[in-house]
């Protein structure tokens, strides 16, 4: 069938139906709808070829407008029977119908025009049929556009589908950036946060006192060994990380690892050390006293994977407080020596003065006489006991004045050589300029003796003793070391022997009285705890230091002065001279009161004897309504409710220019310790002689008046 009167195609070629560069000839898959804007005639022709398409007939191109708003249309068939520039309109018109793709168009004209055809493709046709032309290439055309059509909708959903989804996507992955910028900013800001929180802690372990370091589970130092612990232990934590535990000593180790993994009572949980004082060793060695404070390191399962340790240094707090434990036993047994002594005291006083009264008698027996010598010998061996008693619990009344230490040694050289004999090699050797020591020389003398003869019994076979003298300085580090001198000059006397030494359990115990090592019957076990007493009254310190087979050390710190100390004179031996003077005597122990009394009055004095400081008061006021002038004032330091200072002052309030004579067992400290007479007072130690008492009354009366003075 053709298209009659109708000119062929142009751009088709002959009328084969070759397909133009614009459609393929491919089978239609669904049909379309299609506007036919032709005359009538046209429309029968075509209506057959056309049926399987919906076909829209609209015979002028107002009409075809009107067609096109109501059925939207896939294709437009144009016939062009009018001019050149209509069909041209009609094909830009049709280009710009509405939004998106609008219907196809196919031209069909009887214009061979070349120049015209492409006029018409830029207007907006997409295919032209040019006339005559056979109605399968109509056909043909209609089918290829609108499968073009199809397959062009079908890209554009395709691709907007495409595009949809890359927006979604795009979408959803820039939500996953931000949402992983926001995890990386997170993770940044909290490994910020961790890297200061460890540096942070880091700083503070390294900061802390106390010795920081881990154990792991395999018993190895881990994970931080801070400087405390390289200062405590002397490992560097190079040489100690990841190493075994090497400052646990012998037998320690287990106990130690064993309490550090102890159950606390929750099922599973690992146990804590708290506050528990544990043995360690440092690299040379030394053995060091720690408190322990520890807690697990935790895994998320709840099992330790390390115990974290904090050690507290306690080993220079232990030693002071066993010092401190040390010196107030002694201060305990001496304040038992001291009254024991001063009971004793009392006793020989009474003992060896009726003894030597009943010698002093010409017309005594001769056998009476030698038993009566025999008493006062042992009350004066006794005597000297009690002294060295009184000495230990520093409550002997002293002479101290101004000595120098290098006299003194030399001084007793050669009798020192005699006393450790020949198997001794001894040397001495003495500083120059050392200074001066305030101390009684007696007492000076006996530290140096009994130092040394205790040397030469620690050397039964020979041995090698040096003596030396020094002057040392003592900075607050070094006082602290040594309490409880105080910062400053001390002149310091060291014997050194090479005999036995001695054990820990001797040591502690050097001391106290009546401690000795010798066999029964060999010393009194007062040489040392003498020398403890005589120069902790002077103000200094004893120290040993000893070992067994190696021999002992003493150290003997005493300050070093220059102040000149008063020298209280030496007791007067000669037949005392007689008097007739009132005497007030007050003195709690009556065999004394009594014996003081029968002494004095033998030597022509009068005498009020009072037991307490009440009753004499109470004389003194009796005595002056009587006219009686009391000239001395002779009373005993210690005694029930007023002590004899106290008396003193208000017997000088009452009698100005009395003269007060002391008497004691004890020094000016009393028994309580505290100093009761000023240092110039005198004093008259019991027990003490006929001529001593008479001497030193008879003294004081003829000495000018000097009141006591007060606190």
């Given at each position: 069938m053709h298209l009659d009167n109708l000119p062929p195609l142009s751009g088709f070629g002959s009328d084969s139906g070759e397909s133009n560069k614009v459609f393929d000839t491919g089978r239609f898959v669904r049909p379309g709808t299609v506007l036919l804007i032709a005359p009538e005639v046209i429309r029968e022709r075509l209506a057959a070829v056309l049926r399987e398409h919906v076909l829209y007939h609209a015979p002028t191109w107002a009409e075809g407008q009107v067609s096109l708003k109501d059925t939207d249309p896939d294709l437009v068939i144009l016939h062009h029977p009018i001019s050149d520039t209509e069909i041209l309109a009609c094909c830009r018109s049709l280009k710009q119908t509405g939004p998106g793709m609008g219907p196809l168009v196919i031209v069909m004209t009887g214009s061979f025009d070349s120049a015209f055809h492409e006029q018409l493709f830029e207007a907006g046709a997409n295919d032209l049929v040019v006339l005559p032309a056979p109605v399968t290439v109509l056909t043909s055309r209609v089918r290829a556009g609108l499968k073009y059509r199809n397959a062009v909708l079908q890209l554009r959903e395709t691709q907007d589908a495409l595009e949809r989804r890359v927006r979604q996507r795009t979408e959803e992955l820039e939500q996953r950036n931000e949402d992983l910028r926001r995890e990386i900013t997170r993770r940044q800001q909290a490994d910020e946060a961790f890297r200061k929180s460890t540096h942070v802690i880091r700083s503070l372990i390294q900061a802390s006192p106390l010795a920081i370091f881990a154990v792991d589970t395999n018993n190895r130092i881990q994970i931080c060994w801070n400087k405390a612990a390289e200062r405590f232990f002397g490992w560097k934590e190079i040489e100690i990380l990841d190493k075994p535990i090497p400052m646990l000593p012998p037998g320690e180790s287990r106990k130690f690892l064993e309490a550090l993994r102890a159950p606390t009572g929750e099922p599973g949980a690992p146990g804590v050390l708290a506050g528990n004082e544990v043995r360690f060793k440092n690299r040379q060695g030394q053995i060091l006293l720690a408190t322990v404070y520890s807690a697990p390191v935790l895994f998320n399962s709840g099992q330790a994977s390390a115990y974290l340790c904090m050690a507290a240094d306690v080993t220079e707090h232990r030693r002071l407080e066993e010092q401190l434990r040390q010196a107030q036993k002694m201060e305990a047994i001496g304040r038992l020596a001291g009254g024991i002594a001063h009971d004793f005291n009392n006793l020989i006083t009474v003992i060896n003065g009726y003894g030597n009264l009943l010698l002093s008698n010409p017309d005594a027996p001769a056998p009476q006489r030698k038993a009566l010598e025999s008493v006062v010998s042992a009350g004066e061996r006794a005597a000297r006991l009690t002294r060295q008693l009184l000495s230990f619990s520093r409550r002997q009344v002293v002479q101290p004045r101004r000595l120098d230490l290098n006299s003194v040694v030399a001084d007793l050289n050669t009798i020192l050589r005699r006393i450790v004999g020949e198997d001794i090699?001894?040397?001495?050797?003495?500083?120059?300029?050392?200074?001066?020591?305030?101390?009684?020389?007696?007492?000076?003398?006996?530290?140096?003796?009994?130092?040394?003869?205790?040397?030469?019994?620690?050397?039964?076979?020979?041995?090698?003793?040096?003596?030396?003298?020094?002057?040392?300085?003592?900075?607050?580090?070094?006082?602290?070391?040594?309490?409880?001198?105080?910062?400053?000059?001390?002149?310091?006397?060291?014997?050194?022997?090479?005999?036995?030494?001695?054990?820990?359990s001797v040591l502690s115990r050097l001391f106290e009285p009546f401690f000795t090592t010798k066999q029964p019957g060999v010393g009194t076990g007062l040489g040392l705890c003498t020398i403890y007493g005589i120069v902790k009254q002077s103000g200094g310190i004893i120290e040993v230091q000893s070992k067994l087979g190696e021999g002992s050390t003493f150290s003997v710190y005493l300050p070093r002065t220059d102040m000149i100390v008063p020298v209280m004179e030496g007791e007067a031996v000669a037949a005392p001279s007689k008097g007739h003077e009132t005497i007030l005597l007050v003195e709690d122990e009556d065999a004394v009161r009594e014996l003081a009394q029968e002494i004095l009055e033998r030597n022509g004095y009068h005498v009020l004897a009072a037991p307490n400081g009440m009753s004499a008061l109470k004389t003194l006021r009796e005595a002056g309504s009587r006219g009686t002038s009391i000239k001395l004032l002779l009373t005993d330091v210690v005694m029930p409710g007023m002590n004899g200072r106290e008396l003193a002052e208000q017997v000088q309030h009452l009698i100005p220019g009395v003269r007060t004579l002391f008497m004691s067992g004890y020094s000016a400290r009393g028994a309580s310790g505290q100093n009761i007479l000023p240092p110039e007072a005198p004093c008259l130690e019991k027990p003490f002689s006929l001529n001593v008492l008479s001497c030193r009354v008879r003294e004081l009366l003829d000495a000018p008046a000097a009141p006591v003075a007060a606190n």
């Open positions: 090699e001894m040397n001495v050797r003495l500083q120059p300029d050392l200074g001066a020591v305030n101390a009684d020389l007696a007492q000076l003398e006996q530290v140096v003796m009994n130092l040394v003869v205790n040397s030469r019994d620690a050397m039964p076979k020979g041995g090698r003793l040096e003596i030396e003298t020094s002057c040392v300085m003592f900075g607050t580090e070094d006082a602290r070391l040594h309490p409880p001198l105080e910062p400053g000059s001390y002149v310091r006397l060291t014997v050194r022997d090479s005999g036995m030494g001695m054990d820990e």
